[in-house]
């Protein structure tokens, strides 16, 4: 599930209060640093770094599709070189051991219990 874009109700009420504030006074100076300008830049690197994440998000969308599709690329590209040595080489072959195959040879064919006429063994019964 892709990270969800974001939105900022501070950012949208900070706005809404700055031209509250510009309508007091444009040059609104409440002392110790409150001031409207200094508010209204505070407003614009705010924005600009949501602004810059959610950009980032949508590029990282963008790689991790990319991403995938190389993988079943890569994936289906290493099934095929292997089933080239088997072809080539032969199932039973080292080349095709040496490539990450199992001999056919190796390969133990297991049975069920059922097919091979073994019962199945009960549960104990619990002793009370």
């Keep these: 599930m892709p990270r969800q874009k974001r939105n900022s ?3 949208d009420r900070a706005q809404h209060r700055a031209i509250s504030l510009q309508s007091i006074d444009p ?6 640093s409150l001031t409207l300008a200094a508010y209204q830049t505070a407003i614009a690197t705010h924005k600009t770094h949501l602004d810059d994440y959610n950009r980032t998000l949508s590029a990282i ?3 991790a599709l990319a991403v ?3 993988e079943k690329v890569l994936k289906d590209l290493s099934e095929r ?5 088997a072809a080539f080489y032969g199932k039973d072959s080292e080349e095709y051991v040496m ?3 199992a001999r056919k040879s190796d ?4 049975m069920s219990k059922a097919r091979m006429g073994i019962p199945k063994k009960k549960a104990p019964a619990d002793a009370a």
């Design 81 to 85: 070189m292997l089933l080239g040595v």
């Design 99 to 101: 490539a990450g195959g």
């Design 107 to 110: 390969v133990a064919h297991t």
């Design 68 to 70: 995938e599709e190389s």
């Design 27 to 32: 040059a609104l100076d409440l002392g110790r």
């Design 61 to 63: 969308e963008q790689l």
């Design 9 to 11: 109700q501070s950012l």
